[in-house]
């Protein structure tokens, strides 16, 4: 352990613990020093630890931020004590449906509302101690933020990355807004319950597809991204990568029908091609006799949702179009019907469907009476065994019915067809994503207008960088409609506006930008904040990012942390930065319970900070938060186990008060001072993984220690008390004044363990009888059989089995047990 103060003061032996005094003390001591205020342009080691920013869209923050946060906030503590300059700012993540929704159910302006908020949310998180960098705080509805934030989108803009099309949507009637895919449950809004409706909306979208393989070829790259595996699988799966084939399918008198497959081994299999209602195709395909019925379906799929479209167990629909499609591999003419199992935003829109190895469209042959031909079976079986579902064993099977294909097995048979298809010009090898471009647009009112004038000669105009922001205009009547059309047209002082380009009277764009876009820079902008001509300055940048450590909720994996990386890969491109991915290392943390039930208000178990601060104090519930579980699986908050870590506090506060008075070099027994190294480097190792539960146990173990042998060495107590520093910051600042120090305890260093003396002198050896345990004895590490077999003998636990028998045999295991075969 280094020591970079000195005593400069009496040690104190003589005061009470008083949390609400203490920690109201070096809050205000911080403040004053700067303690928590970084070089931001000459760090020496510059580490930057980053936690997720809140939303203001509630009154107060609850425990599962302040877990999320004190976990974010001990682990940039740990880094400061081993000697980095840590930068930890905060911000709010304040724009948005959540804010909106919150300010409209109390009937409150959320112009007038939020602020208010985030001045709850900063006293609140001033008052739980953590190291934050006040001087950069942000809120994403501060225009000198969503400058910038406009700023980005007119980036993608000029760059082609930004484009506006028409696109159905989820659409909640009730929040009179459109939805995301994973914004909708059961069919249902998840906010609000209310049944959800597709539109089709003009829509601004990122091309985030054109970066699908970069992000997911960063998911292998541990030298850019050392994450959580939790979280890149949830990327990995949400990219959805996958190889096969489009085919195209010839239609007379019209342009061919393109479908995505990812098994062209089938293509002899397929029977009927589905078309998703809304295909540009489908009016071309219907015949004069299948027109009303196709426009009633067509209707009746309109008024359902997207997500519920998607759900696999529930009775497949669709009507038949009266077109017919030719399979490129049989040249037969084969039926084209609508259903609403097929979507527009998935592939191409159309499938081939090949009932006899696809149970979808089994089910849905099966109801219509659509022909089903086996093209795989098992080895040895006839290739006109019967199908009771669709056949989908692709490791066994082999190829039949199929012309030059029988007899391969899948992945022959899909390479064979795929060389032919593409030979025919009928088809080529295709890598698909599951992925979709980015929808920005939100037609509400809380939110960053996005920055655009349209002009009936020059279109859609980008505002320039010198009249950004856009600021977004005052309004009485802020409440959604059920127009589709955002509120912001109310305000025609603000609607109309000159281009940009030849002066002419333009409007402005409506919609506001999604608050994923506000959240996916906001990194960039921390270090950056005082700045007003630039987003983010360069050499802070290139010093302090990619951040170092990020921690937050996995809920987050696929869209505010794919989100991120994307826009960073674009300011990349771009030349604004020399990285392409944000975060080099990402750590989900896990979930609270109280009393091993979900928290909710309906159920009165939400659990209040200010309550248990007020009462215990901000350091041993800090404490209790971190002692709970597994920090990145979360814990069980109950009441009665808070009042364990305040004890533990007392007994540290009650043997700093005895260590006050003794001397660095008092002599301390071998075994304790074994002990205390073990210690460090369980602790350090634990911090080092999030393991705070365990670091906090072994500190406990260590005090029992302490307080057992009477340990009052001077150097080992402050070793302690900069090891529980992290945890509990205002009482180890507290406890360093009290041993005679001057400056912050994080101006101390870690403590180092010496590896040698982390090994025990004496183990105890486990003593068998006949293979029955009957005893256990102490004896010197690596000492010889002969000399534990005496040591054996002469335990009594032992001699009552053996007194008056010969050892027969000895099987010994070097320090760990001893079994005697007697008789």
Sequence with gaps: MTDTSKPTTTPSTDQAYLPEAVEAKWQARWAERHVNEPDLDQPKRP?????????????????????????????????????????????????????????????????????????????????????????????????????????????????????????????????????????????????????????????????????????????????????SESTTLAQRNWLGRSEGAEIEFGVEGSEPIKVFTTRPDTLYGATFMVLAPEHPLVEQLTSAGQRAAVEEYRKAVASKDLVSRKVGEREKTGVFTGGFARNPATAKMIPVWIADYVLMEYGTGAIMAVPGHDQRDFEFAKKYDLPIVRVVAEPGQPPDAALEAAYTDNEQGRLVNSDILDGLTVPEAKKAITKRLESQKAGRGVVQYRLHDWCISRQRYWGPPIPIIYCDEHGAVPVPEEDLPVRLPELENFQPDDSGVSPLARSKEWYHAPCPVCGKQGHRETDVSDTFLDSAWYHLRYPSTEFDDVPFDKKRTETWLPVHTYIGGN???????????????????????????????????????????????????????????????????????MFLGPFQEGGDFRDEGISGPRRFLEKVWALVGDACGTHADDEVRHDVLVKYHQTVKRVTAGMEELHYNTSIAALMELVNAFRADSCTQRTLVEGLVIMLAPFAPHFAEECWER??????????????????LTVEDEVEVVVQIGGKTRSKVSVPRDASEEFVVAEAQRDAGVRRFTEGKDVRKVVYVKNRLLNLVVG
């Design 47 to 227: 580490f930057f630890n980053l936690m997720m920013f809140p939303y203001p869209s509630a009154e107060g923050l609850h425990v599962g931020n302040m877990f999320a946060f004190t976990g974010s906030d001990t682990y940039g503590r740990f880094k400061r004590l081993q000697g980095y300059d840590v930068f930890e700012p905060i911000g709010y993540d304040a724009f948005g449906i959540h804010s909106e929704n919150y300010a409209i159910k109390l009937g409150i302006n959320p112009a007038v509302l939020i602020p208010k908020n985030i001045e709850n949310f900063h006293r609140q998180l001033a008052r739980i101690g953590g190291m934050f960098d006040w001087r950069h705080e942000l809120s994403t509805t501060d225009p000198r933020y969503y400058k910038w934030t406009q700023w980005i989108f007119t980036q993608l803009f000029k760059a082609g990355k930004a484009y506006k099309k028409a696109a159905a949507v989820n659409w909640c009637p009730k929040d009179k807004t459109v939805l995301a895919n994973e914004q909708v449950i059961d069919g249902r809004c998840e906010r609000c319950g209310t049944t959800v409706e597709q539109r089709t909306l003009e829509q601004w979208f990122f091309r985030i597809t054109e970066y699908a393989d970069r992000l997911l070829a960063d998911l292998d790259d541990k030298s850019k991204m050392d994450w």
């Design 555 to 625: 809920e987050h994996a696929v869209l505010h942390l794919l989100y991120a990386r994307f826009i960073s890969m674009v300011l990349h491109d771009l030349g604004h930065l020399t990285f392409e991915e944000p975060y080099r290392r990402f750590r989900a943390h896990g979930l609270i319970v109280k009393d091993g039930a979900k928290m909710s208000k309906s159920r009165g178990n939400v659990v209040v900070p200010d309550e248990y601060i007020n009462r215990w104090g901000a350091d041993t519930f800090r404490m209790y938060l």
């Design 739 to 756: 041993l005679g120090h001057g400056s912050s305890i994080f101006e101390a260093r870690w403590p180092q363990w010496e590896e040698s």
